[in-house]
């Protein structure tokens, strides 16, 4: 049976909600995460609403981060249900930490650029609640940090890709730090054939 299948090419989600959902007729369905992971438009909770029922699902990623705390939350959700985990293009920051959490084995376009940092949070307040957003980030942060030695393996990688730097890697790179456990080349895409208007057999593409 064919089915459809996100297309690699195509950039991350534009518009207010940085998710789609796709079901399968196998029953399978496809869950793309864009840019700005939680932050607009749509809440975990709507996701969750549209993923019930849900008991495979392929994970495909092209994003430059958003919220991290909605990010662990839902790789936990997630958890037992992705069969499959791809990156695209971008696996920036809470994106990565999405991967992390969902994902058990991860895959990597070769042309896939890998972000990792401390998580980060802006806040405008008092001493008292400068408290409350410091222990909630470092709540994060170890979550973070537990993600990246289980995956690799190697607490030193962990303490330095969380020293406040920013940390970009390939995708060979990021394979060979046990980041990730595949990477993969796109197809090269092959124009379509053309033809004199009239001569072609068959409908046109879209139209069958």
Sequence with gaps: MLE???DLRRPAIDGPAWFTVQALPSGKTILRIGDDLGCFGASLGDLLSELEGAKEVELWINSRGG???????????LKGRVSRCVATGKLWSAGLILALAAA???EVEAAT???????CLWVYGDG?????????MERITASFKQLLIQ???KPELAEIWLDGQDHYMTADEAHG???ADVVFTLPA?????TAEPGSAPGEPEGQR
């Design 104 to 106: 058990d084995r991860i």
């Design 67 to 77: 919220d991290s705390q909605l990010a662990l939350e839902l790789g936990r959700a």
């Design 177 to 179: 730090f046990g980041l």
């Design 128 to 136: 008292p609640q400068l408290a409350t957003a410091a222990r909630f």
């Design 189 to 193: 895409v092959v124009p379509a054939p």
């Design 4 to 6: 459809c299948v996100p």
């Design 151 to 153: 995956k690799t393996g």
């Design 113 to 119: 650029s890998i972000l990792c940092h401390l998580p």
